[in-house]
């Protein structure tokens, strides 16, 4: 590993788990981090997430060859300010967060002297904080870096070999394209389902409680993403606007399309809908990237429980 | 058990995991089962779904004191309609239909002689047909009982007995709020899941292959549920039609509401918009409505792969 001592800005879910698989998989690796809440570089160090837990950026920066930025997209810039006088020269910049072009550009202005290469590892869960990392979040994930055009073809072979030694599948991108794509495949159906979780809240006819009584048949799948990080998803959408809007231009035009159907009982057009999305979902089992198991594998649990 | 004989008039997701389930809780009693198709009858025989497979639902309900439809929606005005010179006059009619004023109506128009009391176990996976019950399925799940105003009290009562000993809580609830309780927490939810995985299949800028490879980001949460069976989800949406366009309707605002944030960069109204969803993931985890192990459960899963 060309990296010797990787620093982790933020110890939430994603900065958690680079950190406990950095010690599971490239255990030759030293690792500081910090976070800008003291309780949770309290908890960071109870869990020993990183080697050394600092108090401040500056100092978890020191000595790092590798610094990897693990906060909501609207923190990146003021988080990268916060590193740039005590930086070595030679270490690369790169962070985590979801949306791509906005966060080259601040990470770029706060820190125009270093070489940062972003990256993107699709994985996580609905948990947040320093309780929710653990060493596998991601095996057999996607983590897609998208280097700006003119880049260091060593350091970028790095940052690659870094993300496979902690599991990850990496892909190059243009970061136009991955912010399109993670639009519709992440950040589309992280909005929908806040949405339709808040709706659910709101209605006067049904109660809350029925709603929860009654979410298996359906609504407590949007419900887990509908619980994830507030702060990081604000970020999201302000920073990928436009391409969260075009995919949800589209979403609009198809479900109103679908309305359309159930208004005047075209059960052709619903049925020809409805029978063309199972081959999606077998693609992505197959692809390793879902549970096979029916409903995510919970009947099991079920089945073993009291 | 007051019930002796049960038959089951379809043998798929729901009418098997009820032969399986009665089987298993209640050995006493005897279930005779048919399906209008005969590779699934051929595979019911073969699973032992009921103890008896018969070629026609007359035959099925000749010696039945209960008959249940697990049919979709618009097929079970056809199926009753099937029975009613056989059907003992004595017995019970009942069914598993995700929507209750359009079934009411329809099995009490084709058996004008016979008790009909509706009801709807909450439970469910992605699967259908003959391989896909299991006798688990409504253990700890909320089976939604509507019966009309004037009723057979001891019926209903045995109908309720029937349903907890399948593992299920009952509930007693007037059908057209039945009907607009499981319009959010069902048919919105399948509509919407539906919607967005047709939209990603359409995308020009974005291939399949990356929606696949990339829907760890949240999209594939959606997938499961649009793997739904798109008959029975044809006929929700034709027989509940009125209650989901009003659900609809409201979860269109609210995305617009959203959409308009996003445009005009209000930071505040996302995060207060999703801050306020976390606490009913917690409520339904709480009552035992869905794992509370993160990601469904599916990153333990992950983590003893390979």
């Known amino acids: 590993m060309t990296f010797q001592r990787v620093a982790i800005i933020g110890l939430g879910l994603q900065g958690g788990s680079i950190g406990l698989a950095v ?9 500081t981090g910090t976070d800008i809440d003291p309780g ?15 108090d401040t950026s500056a100092e978890a920066a020191a000595d790092a060859d590798l610094i990897i930025f693990c906060v909501p997209p609207g923190a990146m810039g003021p988080a ?13 910049v790169s962070d985590v967060g979801s949306s791509k072009q906005a966060v080259a550009k601040a990470l770029g202005e706060a820190l125009p002297d270093h070489l940062v290469i972003p990256a993107h590892p699709v994985a996580g869960t609905e948990n947040s904080g320093p309780d929710a990392g653990f060493a596998q ?11 700006p055009a003119q880049t260091d073809l060593v350091k970028l072979s790095s940052l690659v070999a870094f993300w496979e ?4 599948n990496v892909e190059i991108m243009d970061p136009e394209h991955h912010d399109l794509v993670l639009a519709v495949t992440s950040h589309l159906p992280h909005l929908i389902a806040y949405t339709i979780v808040g709706t659910a809240s709101d209605l ?4 809350r ?19 994830s990080d507030p702060t990081m998803w604000r970020d999201v959408f302000l920073s990928n606007r436009e391409a969260v809007l075009t995919m949800l231009q589209r979403f609009t035009e198809d479900l109103t399309a679908l309305q359309r159907a159930i208004r005047i009982g075209d059960g052709e057009m619903l049925f020809s809908q409805f029978a063309r999305t199972r081959a999606i979902r077998r693609s992505i089992i197959e692809e390793g990237q879902d549970d096979a198991r029916p409903d995510f594998g919970r009947a099991d649990h079920d089945a073993t429980e009291g």
Chains 1, 2 share one sequence.
């Open 40 to 54: 949770t570089r309290a908890r960071a160090a109870e869990r020993g997430l990183v080697h050394k837990v600092c």
């Open 80 to 92: 990268a300010a916060d590193v740039r006088a005590s930086l070595p020269a030679g270490a690369l």
């Open 165 to 168: 030694a902690l599991g990850a």
């Open 209 to 227: 409680s029925e709603v929860i009584k009654y979410s298996a048949g359906g609504f407590r799948d949007f419900t887990r993403i509908a619980a």
């Open 204 to 207: 006067e006819e049904v109660t």
């Open 137 to 147: 979040l991601f095996r057999n994930r996607w983590c897609i870096v998208t280097p």
């Open 23 to 31: 010690q599971a998989y490239l255990p030759d690796v030293f690792t």
